[in-house]
């Protein structure tokens, strides 16, 4: 991992890049200074002798040879971060970091502003500069990963803000997420305890999601997102008009059609950089060995007891984490069961409620619980927080209510209680 600084002239690149190889013990290196030693002339002469396509042929295989070291302060300059070609080689192992400043605080820390005229004839210095900066603005912004304001800081203070973001996202022990993800999931890594190494571990997840209906979609939608590196969908229904109005992963195109495999479609399109697993099964016991065997984590998205029980044996046989889910009206619950640490869903429900009726939803429960679900997974794959282990969450929207009530083991559970 490396980091990158750019940005125009007068924003102390120089400064902080030595600032910042000097705390982490890493290599300063100057782009335009390694142009000048390798060509054995200044970047104005070798742009007249020899042409800008020259020059920035020069440039780009300088870039490749500093993105494939490691540990490497870069100062670009302004304009080499401009050019796509330098952005996608830099940030395949790198964090960039641009230094923003406004035109005034430029000309001021550029030493001679002052007698400095304009290229543009007409205009003043000022005015050059704050014209060259609206140009290159959407590109630095386009190449970056994060925008650090210069005004009114010195060295010292950039080089600690730029510290604060990498300190969180790159630790340098952790393994390498490739630019394209470490882009799409740069927020949340910024989370205390997350960084890159949770990160990674969410990329090296597996998760099996019992049912892809109302709380199917919105938790599978939001692990998706967060960048867990295999989801397993399981559900034997097809898409129905009636699910529209919770199941935002369907359209009503996709009405009659399977829907693991709609839904498999929506979420590489949301994030191409997990794998979907879509399987059109039905859950029993006889199959739950080979639909959720090797799983990190368990989902019970479902919407009868009778499987959810054969979720339960499973994950107590096999000591999987399960996050559980119910929904009916304006009202849900949340648990995560880990056996053999918490009591299991009989320990709960030991019973199974009748399934013949078409029960109501309004489509914000699922949204709120399967979301819910969704963080829950992400805790503990992340190993971040605390989860609702020998809790039951019930959320009440008639009146946006959400109570814990505790839920101690039944010693002489069927299922768990031999369990140890």
Known sequence: MNIVLTGYRGTGKSAVARLLAKKLGWQSLSLDAMIT??????????????????????????????????????????????????????????????LKACPETIVARIKDSAARPALTQGKTFLEEIDEVLRERTPLYHAAADFEIDTDGKAPEKIAEDILYYFTRIAEPAAPKLTGPERSRYLRQMLIKGWGLQGQQRLRSATVFIAGAGGL?????LYLAAAGVGTLRLCDFGCVEASNLNRQLLYTGEDIGKEKVLQAAGALRRVNPHVLIEPLFEKI??????????GADLMLDCLDNFETRHVLNRFAVRKRIPLVHAGIEGL????SFIHPPHTPCLFCMFPGSPPTDRVFPVAGVTPGIIGT??????LKWLTGIGSTLQGQLLVWDGTIMEFQKIPIAKDKNCPVCSGAS
Not at 79 to 86: C, E, H, S
Not at 284 to 293: F, Q
Not at 331 to 334: S, Y
Not at 372 to 377: G, H
């Open 216 to 220: 199917g979609c919105p938790a599978a």
């Open 37 to 98: 030693q390798q060509e054995g002339r200044t970047i104005p002469r070798i742009v007249d002798a020899s042409g800008w396509e020259y020059f920035r042929d020069v440039e780009a295989a300088l870039i490749e040879d500093v993105a494939a070291r490691d540990k490497v302060i870069l100062d670009t300059g302004g304009g080499a971060i401009l050019r796509p070609q330098n952005v996608r080689a830099l940030r395949e192992n790198s964090l960039v970091f641009w």
């Open 372 to 377: 819910a679900q969704a963080a829950e997974a």
């Open 331 to 334: 009202a849900g619950q949340l």
């Open 284 to 293: 029993d016991d006889a199959s739950i060995e080979r639909l959720a065997g």
